[in-house]
């Protein structure tokens, strides 16, 4: 090859690595916190919180835009607030290993929207979920523009609330 083409292939490389390296920093989750006392660091497990796979009913799955909804919370710019939700899994993401581990998976919860879910696999066991899975999950909601994200989707350990996913007829705590 030419210098001339090196250098394309060189810029080009480069412009990859900073839109990948400003993706990640964008997509950076917050360290869940417990909603009532967010200053005490997150105790591990005890042997009977231990992360659970359970079966749950088909019916009465949760609502894309009731009460408590994803889309709500994004129409009124929420954060901190607690939502159902479900959706197709649009992709699934690298896990965030910085800090907790989180699998992080998009979901699309209307024709519209999407969010980001991060799933602590630190205190819940992994959902093995692909593209184009419908699942359902409660969490906390945090607003961003790019349609927001769920986390501490997973029981508290402390005792207090907490959320779920479910794919099928597997609740994923």
Do not use: C
């Amino acid at each position: 090859m030419g210098r001339s083409t090196l250098r394309i292939a060189f810029a080009i490389g480069a412009l990859v690595a900073l839109f990948v390296v400003r993706y990640a920093r964008e997509e950076r989750v917050p360290e869940p916190a417990a909603p009532t006392a967010r200053t005490a660091p997150t105790p591990a497990p005890s042997p009977s919180q231990k992360p659970t796979v359970t079966q749950s009913p088909a019916e009465n799955p949760p609502s894309r835009d009731g009460k408590g909804s994803v889309a709500e919370a994004y129409r009124k710019r929420q954060s901190d607030v607690w939502v159902e939700g479900s959706g197709t899994v649009e992709a699934t993401l690298p896990d965030d290993r910085q800090g907790s581990r989180h699998q992080k998976f998009i979901v699309r919860v209307d024709r519209d929207l999407t969010v980001l879910v991060s799933h602590n696999i630190d205190l819940a066991p992994r959902v093995p979920l692909d593209r184009g899975d419908e699942v359902a999950f409660k969490g906390e909601y945090i607003w961003n523009g790019k349609g927001g994200l769920v986390h501490w989707t997973h029981r508290d350990p402390r005792g207090g609330r907490g959320g779920w996913i479910r794919l099928g007829h597997e609740v994923y705590e």
